[in-house]
Nanobody
Framework: QVQLVESGGGLVQAGGSLKLSCAASKSISSINAMGWYRQAPGKQRDLSASITSGGSTNYHDSVKGRFTISRDNAKNTVDLQMNSLKPEDTAVYYC?????????WGQGTQVTISS
């Protein structure tokens, strides 16, 4: 079992940047995949970015070129650097970890982009 705690959300103006961080309660070096989903009001939860234990990354088309996901196995963290933010990036962002045949979720952190 793994607990995930997100931090770094907040309110910024369009064009600004935010960095989200997800801290895991155990070593992430063997976790198959970790990443970030987001859910805007009235919409489904969609994958924004993911990273495998081998370092391969995947991004939703809407964030490619603006968001960068990274993992630090020494600190057991996964970060999401978000640049050139748009109002449509406003959502609750959830960290997830897929391991041992299960998916674990963080509690979510609100990101609000003002126009």
């Amino acid at each position: 079992q793994v607990q995930l705690v997100e931090s770094g959300g907040g309110l910024v103006q369009a064009g600004g940047s935010l960095k989200l961080s997800c801290a895991a309660s155990k070593s992430i070096s063997s976790i198959n995949a970790m990443g970030w989903y987001r859910q805007a009001p009235g919409k489904q939860r969609d994958l924004s970015a993911s990273i495998t234990s081998g370092g391969s990354t995947n991004y939703h088309d809407s964030v490619k070129g603006r968001f960068t996901i990274s993992r630090d196995n020494a600190k057991n963290t996964v970060d999401l650097q978000m640049n050139s933010l748009k109002p449509e990036d406003t959502a609750v962002y959830y960290c997830y970890a897929r391991t041992d045949g299960r998916i674990y979720w963080g509690q979510g952190t609100q990101v609000t982009i003002s126009s």
